[in-house]
């Protein structure tokens, strides 16, 4: 035999025993964002490459190192999404959502970056995003961010802490941009490898340096607040007005960029400490000049992103533990004629329930045996038909959580029996 095949490196199975947390982070995620009146929108896994290089910026670490592009059969370059707001924004474009309309969009998906895999960050990775297009004010900003301090609450998340700051306009970030350039160009040799190398590409992003040493240094360093318009000012401050009256903490740093250069004005990241040194669990602000600079007309726009893999971690440490989607009933069968009528008995009580799960137990085997496995599956009541319970056009309720006595109940009124004790 050859040799056992395995999952590329980075990118992970989801097994059967972890996708409850999954499923629970999705459900939530879900409920608020449609209480948020967002609208769902699915866009392909793959893209031509040069959206991802026009939208993200060919000097960006995504760009030259992280993704993974090839050449189809027709010769055209192809892009496996490392983001999603580029492929929105195309679609938006594409099919003539922008043209004098407010969007309010999400999508959920892998992402594809070619990292060196560690906790936290993977080849594969699932992302929720959201993009708001149409409106230019302070509130739609200071909404979203109502949103995710909204969800981390459902998801009894504590520990997260948002950080704002303001990036200004093009003009103002490309002021800052040539003082801050001159400041490093003076101490390129106290500057890393990676700093001296983005002092070339993206400078802007050495102010998001995880290398203690380059942060020292740039203790001194020209800071973007100094250059920042009167107009982008203005609006931060009314963002965080906003955030002040409906109580929700921040602390601004005047160090936060964002990996992606349509960013401009409002940005902003949710970080945690229980992750260790991937602590962003949630990551955006406004990019008003995208959507222009990708052929459509002018339109104001604002989105975040969060990593689904960093957010079920977090959800998987709560003291209290998540719910367990686990079934509700495990029917227990014995003999040929109990074996038929068992499928169509469990088939009636969906009908009659649809929230109910109903495992019937399939493939022989003594009572002994398929109890073993009722009590392994969770469920907290087996039904047990045999051939003295079909005669008697009867089934009975074993309780396998210790909540009470086994009972026999008609068929007839099963359903009914089932909704009462299972709380339907």
């Not at 909204?150 to 303001?166: A, D, F, P, Y």
């Not at 990593?307 to 495990?330: A, K, N, Q």
């Not at 038929?340 to 045996?369: I, M, N, W």
């Amino acid at each position: 035999m050859g040799e056992t095949l395995q999952a590329v490196r980075g990118m992970n199975d989801l097994l059967p025993d972890q996708s409850s947390c999954w499923q629970f982070v999705e459900g939530q995620i879900r409920s608020v964002l449609e209480a948020y009146g967002m609208q769902e929108i699915r866009m392909p896994i793959v893209e031509k490459t040069e959206l991802f290089k026009r939208s993200i910026g060919e000097v960006t670490d995504i760009v030259e190192k992280e993704m993974y592009s090839f050449e189809d059969r027709n010769g055209d370059s192809l892009t496996l999404r490392p983001e999603g707001t580029a492929g929105c924004v195309r679609a938006c474009i594409q099919h003539g959502l922008l043209r004098n309309q407010v969007q309010r969009l999400w999508y959920y998906g892998p992402m594809f970056r070619h990292e060196r895999p560690q906790k936290g960050r993977y080849r594969q990775f699932f992302q929720v995003g959201v993009e708001v297009f149409g409106l230019e004010g302070p509130d739609i900003d200071a909404e979203l961010l109502l949103l995710t301090a909204r969800l981390w609450k459902r998801l009894g998340l504590e520990r997260v802490t948002l950080q704002l700051n303001s990036l200004g306009t093009v003009a103002a970030r490309a002021r800052f941009r040539e003082q801050l350039v001159a400041w490093l160009g003076e101490r390129q040799d106290q500057l890393d490898g990676d700093s001296r190398r983005r002092l070339k590409t993206n400078p802007m992003r050495i102010l998001d340096s995880k290398n203690p040493d380059v942060q020292a240094l740039l203790e001194g360093a020209p800071i973007l607040e100094d250059f920042i318009d009167a107009e982008s000012r203005s609006h931060f401050q009314d963002v965080c007005a906003y955030l002040d009256a409906a109580g929700v903490p921040y602390e601004v740093n005047p160090r936060l960029v964002r990996g992606l250069d349509y960013y401009g004005r409002t940005v902003f990241e949710w970080v945690t400490s229980e992750l260790g040194a991937q602590g962003t669990i949630c990551a955006g602000g406004r990019y008003d000049a995208l959507v222009e600079y990708l052929g459509g007309s002018p339109v104001p726009a604002v989105g975040f992103a969060m990593g689904m893999e960093r957010l079920v971690e977090l959800v998987e440490h709560r003291s209290d533990g998540i719910p367990v989607t686990t079934p509700h009933l495990y029917l227990v069968v014995a003999g040929e004629t109990a074996r038929r009528e068992g499928l169509l008995l469990a088939e009636q009580l969906r009908d009659s329930t649809p929230d109910l799960r109903v495992v019937t137990h399939c493939g022989g085997g003594s009572f002994k045996s398929q109890f073993r496995k009722a009590d392994r599956s969770g469920a907290p009541y087996a039904l047990v038909l045999g051939e003295e319970e079909l005669q008697a056009r009867e089934v009975a309720v074993k309780p396998l959580r210790g909540q009470g006595e086994q009972e026999r109940i008609s068929i007839e009124a099963l359903a009914d029996r089932l909704r009462v004790l299972l709380a339907l």
